[in-house]
């Protein structure tokens, strides 16, 4: 069963950090393109990092640019998501997803993606 997993989300001060989890289980992830997505109430979903397969090649929205560091532990089947110096304006719950055949850069947040996570709830707030 091909399944993505989402954790580390919580409630947190501004200025605060949090490391998010995607683990994959049912398929290499290392074969695939990992995003990570946020979608804050009321909004759209937004698009906020990627990895590649193979290379390795990472990509941010300039919204979290600087902030936010996507990494993959090939042989833990995992994705990480470093989120420092948080925002309020962070708060949205925050998916990954999976894809063969996505390249990291820009349009990676803009085609479809094979797998999706359920979800982790991230709050900032004082």
């Known amino acids: 069963q091909v399944q993505l997993v989402e954790s580390g989300g919580g409630l947190v001060q501004p200025g605060g950090s949090l490391r998010l989890s995607c683990v994959a289980s049912g398929f290499t992830s290392d074969w695939y393109t990992i995003a990570w997505f946020r979608q804050a109430p009321g909004k759209e979903r937004e698009g906020v990092s990627c990895?590649?397969?193979?290379?390795?090649?990472?990509y941010y929205a300039d919204s979290v640019k600087g902030r936010f560091t996507i990494s993959r532990d090939n042989a833990k089947n995992t994705v990480y998501l470093q989120i420092n110096s948080l925002k309020p304006e962070d708060t949205a719950v925050y998916y990954c997803a999976a894809d063969p055949l996505v390249v990291s850069g820009p349009g990676a947040f803009d085609v479809g993606y094979d797998y999706w996570g359920q979800g982790t709830q991230v709050t900032v707030s004082s």
């Open positions: 990895i590649n397969n193979g290379d390795g090649i990472t």
